[in-house]
């Protein structure tokens, strides 16, 4: 995890080196600031250096939880990053509740019932939910807040924020919370509950099913206690991608509603060639798509006894 | 009595190609057939964009800002175009019922380029009237035809997946092939890179490969570098599988009899493992072309993707942001039901495929 998170990180220092130009570059233009003034800057953050002088600065600061120092936002990259990870987080974490809770048991429906009217809509509703880019559906979604009224129009809370009371507050998050998780989690939820579907399917002709049946268990007996337990593991898998899924699609909504997060700061810091961020932003990306896969291997050797982590 | 039953002639399976095989099983999804020729359509469509479409991708009209649709209606026998209004206010228009123009076909219009190298100007409709606009799909912020533009940036958008999809697995087959037929160091390094590739959140990569170009330049470069970002991205999980069933294959026979004829590493590998990858490939290629396609319209949507005046789909759909235009020029999302579309067709097509490629499934 550490030598994959030093590679990413010096990957993305390289394309950083490849690009012309930086923060400072358009404070040039500025009359009103001295170009000792600027030449002073940009030895304090050592952009005058070559590039792997500046990595190994950067690398030295990172060992010491320290992401430098934002030079577009003007305070700390570190508590930055940290307020934009926790809102990423919380809108993936929520996507994903919502995205499994809902597609786990509509897997299972449409696998009992294969073939009928809930089989066929749950597969139309998978396709069309497969085929829908997340762009159009955040932009269907702000389209639907702002013609109703039900939602916030993007944000994370409303301007007057500051002045409500704590249990307003909390509402307040959460009504901006639920329109960005449920497009995230709608983009997630058509692959899942494909896959559950078949996995179940699978599941249902294994002999120990027909063995289970012959011995003449009730049906339910049969499907949530022998067939689903051993249906559940490929999905756990999968986990992984969906959460890779989730992410990227995360970048899209955030940055189409409004939602600031890492994936919003990340364009901002690209728009600002606040090159440093764009760095710490991907790493930190990178970090929490390989926790979670961690996670998704800790849950799978705790359904599965046959699978041991090494 | 009974006659003897004449012994049934079992027919012989006759040798059909790999190509029949794979089409006779495809044929009985309709669906599948269904997104094909979808995708047939579009495709033709791009290609003949500038005859189709009645006005060029970057003609403004300035009496024409936020145009709402126009659809030609039946006067009698002819079609007709009605005269719209400009109204006092913002952007509001009224249709003229009584004021109509003829559509014409095969009208004489702008200039373009016919495939892309025979100038041409026929159109396939038009009205040869400015002030009687044929807006199919409304118009733009510029008083741009968005049905003309959706055609031209077809072709961009789509173009993209293919290419796109062409060099990162045509790379994703030769680095795989090699990692997986040679083994040792030079594989570990490489699946470790691809690995690194993979585990970094797909848009965030984008962002940082779009950080290492730089901004202003020209359409075309802009093109070819939307492609090398998508393409290097996705060459690396290609990659690792096609490694994987190179890593098995070598093991095989007909390989060692390969080798013992004295055939070249390069020629084991083109000629006798990678063509053992095809239906894998050509199934993945399928569902991994609305990936790139997406990129496109993600990159051209943040503003870093393809520039105006130049057409695409995500850059069209940047218009539809505003979500006051949206709800007062719903038409914007235009680019949206197209993009909506393609991406549908590749997914049907794709399944059908992957069903089909699978043998082992009865």
Redo the contacts between chains.
Sequence with gaps: MIPLLLGVSLLTFLLMALSPGNYFTALQQNPQISQDTIKQLQAQFHLDKPWYVQYVFWLKNVFCGNFGYSMAYKISATSLIITRLWNTFVLSFTALIIAWGIAIPLGIWAAVRKDSWVDHTCSFFAFVGLSVPDVLLSLLAMWFAASTGWFPVGGRESPLHDFLTPAQQFWDHIHHLILPAIVLAASDLAGIMRRMRSCLLDTLRAEYVTAARARGLSEGWVIYKHALRNAINPLLTIFGYSLAGLLSGAFIVENIMAWPGLGRLTVEAFFAKDSYLVVDTVVMATALLVAGNFIADLLLAWSDPRIRLK | METAEPIAITETPSASSPWRLFWRRLKPRKIALVGGVILIVLYSIAIVAGFIAPYRYDQIDDKAFFHPPVWPRFHGLHLVVPRYEQLPGDFNYQVVLSDTKPLHFFIHGDKYQFLGFIPCSIHLFGTGDGDYPVFLFGADQFGRDIFSRLLYGSQVSLSIGIVGILLSFSMGMIVGGMSGYFAGAADTITM?FC??IM???????I????????PGMSSSQVYAMIIIILSFIGWASMARVIRGMSLSLREQQFILAASAIGQSHLKIIVRHILPNTFSYVIVAATLSV?YYI?GE??LS??G?GIQEPQASW?LM?NA??N??Y??RF?WL?AP?AA??IT??AF??LGDGLRDAADTKQN
């Design positions: 470790r690995e690194l585990s970094i959140p797909a848009l965030y990569l962002i940082s490969l779009r950080n290492a170009f730089p609305p997406l319209v993600v949507f943040l870093v995500g759909l539809a942001q979500t006051e949206m709800q719903p999302l949206g993009i909506f991406v549908l997914n049907f």
